[in-house]
């Protein structure tokens, strides 16, 4: 389910300057105009403080929304008015100052059929004049004024608290100036990740239900007998395969752990285990928990000591019970091949 959080631009203080420190998103409307980009989420970048609308007119209004997955941060603003004066009393450097006064009257047009490649281009033009013309100006308000410009012209929103960037989630900043739209994909850092690992795992059969016969006590009298009991130490073997989940903020560190979950077959039955484990380094590993699996057990009308009159196998004596749990220990290898695989010679 997305948020969206509304920004609406009116007329704000501009500033002329360069530079994107590591709070801010900065997005040059001529380079994509009118289009959709994708891009992940700057590396270091923790919260947004301000947004940077490059080569944007100053005199028209531009509408920007952010949109994420989540929870809504607090309505954009933007605290200040436009104080921009670009005109020179000065005529010196006659060319400079003709193309930067064309570039500032762009800048200020209030003409919605005007479009901020247009912004782009004037002030390339600029540059291409100032390479030209620059040895030969020495009014310094007319330089200092160019290179402000030739830095780039943006508008800065301050956002009122940081946007706090955070792990699985991504980010839509929508800008909007009439009918003309740019968004921005943010698309954020995963969470976590599962791994996949092959495993062995082992469950006591002192744990699952005892086993019986009949033993025959005269010609036509059989009585149902317990079998000597397994021990804890006995063990039953079934290779496995697991899937664990790592947090990333962790993924660097030699020991992680976290619950798995791991599916495996033996020749009697299928197994599913649920469990708690450590890895060292992704490669070894070892989980404990509860496996579920199938387990004979004595039919229920049967029991114990009672006598029969007929002979019967064990598999007429007993019956599957169907998943059972049962505790195991198992041992985990993240391995590039399957190891349980059987190769051809």
Known sequence: MKKIVFLLLLVAR???????????ISMDLAQFYDKEISIPIPAGLQRIDKIILINAFLQQQYTVSIEEEVIVPPPLSLIGEIDMDLKTEKASCPEISNSWNQV????????VDKTEMEISGSIKTLKAVWEQYKDDCSDPAITGAVLE???GPHREVALPVPLKIESGKNYKIIISRGDVKWICKLNGRKKGSWEFSYGFLFSPKGFEPSRYYLNQT???SY???PQRGYKAVDLRFTPMVFYNYFFESKRNKNWNHSFNGGIGYNTESAFVSLGYGGTYNHNIGF???IVFYEQEQLMGH????????????????HEKAFFRPNFYVAFMLRLGKNPF?????
């Open 287 to 289: 989980s404990t928990g």
């Open 104 to 111: 500032t009257e762009l800048l200020n047009s209030t003409d």
């Open 218 to 220: 005269d010609a036509e």
């Open 302 to 317: 049967y029991h114990a000591g009672k006598v029969l009159t007929t002979n019967l196998e064990p598999n007429q004596l």
């Open 149 to 151: 410009i030739l830095n």
């Open 223 to 225: 009585i149902i007998t």
């Open 341 to 345: 695989e059987k190769t051809e010679e």
């Open 14 to 24: 501009l500033t002329i300057g360069y530079g994107q420190n590591d709070e801010s």
